[in-house]
């Protein structure tokens, strides 16, 4: 009776630590992981309103990137300096992922990173030619970072829809006329 109940143990024991080593080992490393958040909530309500936080929060992230873009932009002008401005050089200056700042650009402004540089390089040479209507179209062009004027006519025309030339001799125009309806 005595080796019949040992048996009975030594068996247990075996096929408990069979089952502890592959049975729960196997089940617990193929089952996938849960994000946090729906781990966190047990109720599909619970899991929706997590993930609805989870999204404003990455979309706040996003906005505060692009509005640093902007200032970075804006203060800095390093669109100017006429060579070739990349996703990961500006991320690096803005202490940020280069795919945040690339989501940041097309969410807010429709553009990616190159027509976003472009559209800058573009309000610039406007400004700058409504302050001089007496520059040329190359001097605008390498004023406002363009290394050629092809690329600055093609940019041009995406963004404002006519070639530069024309634009330029509307813009003489509209301030000649200005200039005459002051004088009488």
Same mark, same amino acid.
């Given at each position: 009776m005595e080796w019949y109940f040992i048996l009975t143990i030594v068996v247990f024991i075996a096929v408990s630590g069979i089952w502890a080593l592959y +049975? #729960?080992?196997?089940?617990?490393?193929? !089952?996938? *992981?849960?994000?946090?958040?729906?781990?966190?909530?047990?109720?599909r309500a619970c899991r929706t309103c997590a993930a609805r936080i989870e999204y404003e929060l990455n979309q706040t992230a996003i906005r505060k990137v692009y509005e640093r873009l902007e200032r970075y932009f804006d203060t800095?002008?390093?669109?100017?300096? +006429? #060579?070739?401005?990349?996703?990961?050089? !500006?991320? *690096?200056?803005?202490?940020t992922n280069k795919?945040?700042?690339a989501k940041a650009i097309r969410l807010y402004s429709g553009l990616n990173?190159?027509?976003?540089?472009?559209?800058?390089?573009?309000?610039?040479?406007?400004?700058?030619?409504?302050?001089?209507?007496?520059?040329?179209?190359?001097?605008?062009?390498?004023?406002?970072?363009?290394?050629? !004027?092809?690329?600055?006519?093609?940019?041009?025309?995406?963004?404002k829809n006519m070639s530069p030339g024309d634009w330029c001799r509307q813009c003489r125009n509209e301030l000649m006329f200005r200039k005459t309806e002051t004088a009488d």
């Amino acid at each position: 009776m005595e080796w019949y109940f040992i048996l009975t143990i030594v068996v247990f024991i075996a096929v408990s630590g069979i089952w502890a080593l592959y +049975g #729960r080992g196997r089940a617990s490393l193929s !089952v996938r *992981k849960k994000p946090v958040l729906k781990r966190r909530f047990r109720t599909r309500a619970c899991r929706t309103c997590a993930a609805r936080i989870e999204y404003e929060l990455n979309q706040t992230a996003i906005r505060k990137v692009y509005e640093r873009l902007e200032r970075y932009f804006d203060t800095s002008r390093p669109y100017l300096e +006429g #060579r070739k401005l990349t996703v990961e050089e !500006v991320s *690096k200056i803005l202490y940020t992922n280069k795919a945040y700042l690339a989501k940041a650009i097309r969410l807010y402004s429709g553009l990616n990173f190159c027509q976003y540089v472009n559209r800058h390089k573009i309000d610039y040479a406007v400004e700058a030619f409504k302050k001089n209507p007496q520059m040329r179209i190359t001097e605008l062009a390498q004023m406002s970072g363009f290394n050629s !004027v092809t690329s600055f006519n093609i940019s041009f025309r995406a963004f404002k829809n006519m070639s530069p030339g024309d634009w330029c001799r509307q813009c003489r125009n509209e301030l000649m006329f200005r200039k005459t309806e002051t004088a009488d």
